[in-house]
């Protein structure tokens, strides 16, 4: 007995050229303003919640209110401990701030 694999003939390929729904358009270029406030995060990969609110010139407490509403997120080390992921400050950027 042999192991040969029968494959199936393919199919030629289609004349009316690519389907427009298997392509996925690129995004959208980001604003200057928003490329700066990327660019000004630093290069570390976990942040306190005082270290975000410091950055931002906001409050401790929008920051744990902005945990709480899921608009940030945070890794729990224990149960009075959170740290911020650089990503999530990143995502959080693109997200909600819009420039003017």
Known sequence: MTWIQKRKPSRPPSSRGPDPASEVAPP????PLILQMLADVP???FFRPDEVAAHFNV?????HQFLATGKLMAIQVSPRVNRIPRASICDYI???VKPA
């Open 28 to 31: 959208p270029a980001l604003p």
């Open 43 to 45: 290069m570390k990969g």
């Open 59 to 63: 409050s401790v407490d929008l920051i």
């Open 94 to 96: 693109r997200t909600y």
